[in-house]
């Protein structure tokens, strides 16, 4: 999986550098998650801006990661959500569990 | 001729392959003559139901079959659109299957498939026999 991974006044920001997110790649993404909460990461931004399919498993992930980052009392919040992608949260009511960004700048805004 | 699509597909059971299928059901979409209210959305909501679809195949359906091949129809006629997804595993309840807790707090990392699915499509069975079983999945073009 292609992921960057830039750092801000303590918070990471984790670009996203696929075009779907789905039960074939995942489980990477859940593997760097867990990496970063490891490495000390609570707050934590999410770029979805490439993403233009993601599934079931794709969200599982993103939850999966939310819960963690809440379990550390921080946070994990999204950013450039595609149309296809803002339908399947919308569809799951998913956006009403994340805090969700137009953009990057905006969701490290919303840290100071 | 328009909307008599018969699309069949065969492909070893991996995730690999869930991009492909997609294409595939975003490109019969894109071929589906269909009302003006869901044109738009048929592509991806097909790209959708299918990877679902496979991944549940995949995950739940062939977990006793690793080897077995996964085998996919598309079928678009004037009135509907019908995706099956074949299996030769142990299969599954559908209606097992507990959709998320919408009211509570929503956070199960697992368990929204099957609810995706049945919010997407007008008809969704499970149909078990000794051949084998079938997700069917059914979406109203008119």
């Known amino acids: ?112 | 001729m328009k909307n008599d699509i018969d699309v069949d597909i065969r492909v070893p059971i991996h995730t690999r392959y869930l991009r492909m299928i997609g294409r595939i059901g975003e490109e019969v979409a894109r071929e589906t003559d269909c009302p003006e209210e869901i044109r738009e959305t048929l592509p991806n909501l097909l790209a959708i139901v299918l990877t679902e679809g496979v991944v549940n195949a995949i995950k739940h359906a062939h977990s006793a079959d690793p080897e077995g091949d996964l085998h996919v129809r598309i079928n678009v006629s004037k009135k509907d659109l019908v995706v099956r997804i074949y299996d030769t595993g142990i299969g599954f309840d559908l209606d097992a299957v507990p959709p998320p807790s919408l009211t509570s707090n929503g956070l199960e990392e697992k368990g929204r498939g099957i609810f995706i699915i049945r919010s997407l499509m007008d008809t969704v069975k499970y149909i078990r026999s000794d051949d084998a079983n079938v997700l069917e999945m059914r979406k109203n073009l008119v």
């Open chain 1, 1 to 112: 999986m292609d992921l960057k991974i830039e750092n801000t006044d303590g918070v990471a920001v984790l670009f996203v550098r696929e075009d779907r997110l789905d039960a074939n790649n995942s489980e990477e993404l859940k593997t760097e998650l867990r990496r970063l909460f490891d490495n000390g990461t609570k707050d934590l931004v999410i770029d979805l801006k490439e993403i233009h399919f993601i599934d079931s498993s794709g969200l599982g992930v993103l939850v999966s990661g939310y819960k963690n980052a809440s379990i550390l009392h921080g946070s994990l919040k999204l950013s450039n959500l595609q149309s296809q992608v803002k339908s399947m949260f919308e569809l799951t009511r998913l956006h009403r569990v994340f805090d969700i960004f137009t953009s990057v700048d905006d969701a490290l805004q919303s840290y100071r």
